[in-house]
């Protein structure tokens, strides 16, 4: 039987004393909508599917006459192999696309993402205004601010995960009410 001696555990007890404790959020950092979790702050609407972090879902509200709205959320793929989303459905809209705003030579354009998105370990994607985003296409009655939609995510190993979108005004609009 090897014996470690009592002098070498003593220094190496020392020497991990000694170490940094890593630094965690306080419930005061999180923002308001996220509560504290072992991962930090996490937002309140945070759905895991296997390794995937969905959280953040928002769709835009409707102006009247308006066909179409725009959905977003963040991805983050926790785990250690990618995953990709390859498309999503809603009772809300008979078609639902993932779109990519790009600018091309000085103009900006709106491009379908037909085969899918790849998220890798430890990426983090962002569903955004001005960005990545679902695009919802022939809805009948207009999609207002307190409303809220369910979206259909599909994930080609996660499988099908449905999540809940509240509607809400853009900032603009809500600050010019005040």
Not at 15 to 34: F, N, V
Not at 81 to 104: F, K, N, W, Y
Request: include cysteine.
């Amino acid at each position: 039987m090897n014996l470690v001696p009592l002098h070498l555990i003593a220094v190496a007890c020392l020497a991990l004393s000694a170490l940094p404790a890593p630094a965690l959020a306080s419930d005061e950092q999180c923002l308001e909508g996220q509560i504290l979790d072992v991962a930090g702050c996490v937002d309140l609407d945070t759905v895991m599917a296997d390794d995937l972090q969905l959280s953040g879902a928002w769709v835009l509200a409707m102006r009247p006459g308006q066909k179409v709205a725009a959905a977003y959320l963040s991805i983050l793929n926790r785990g250690e192999t990618a995953d990709r989303l390859i498309g999503a459905t809603s009772l809300a809209s008979p078609r639902v696309e993932m779109h990519e705003m790009a600018i091309e030579d000085g103009v900006t354009k709106m491009r379908p993402i037909a085969d899918g998105i790849e998220i890798g370990p430890g990426d983090r994607v962002e569903f955004k205004p001005g960005g990545l985003h679902f695009m919802l296409t022939g809805i009948d009655a207009a999609l207002v601010a307190e409303d809220e939609i369910e979206l259909t995510l599909d994930f080609e190993k996660a499988g099908s995960v449905v999540l809940q979108f509240p509607v809400r005004e853009p900032a603009v609009i809500k600050a010019h009410r005040h």
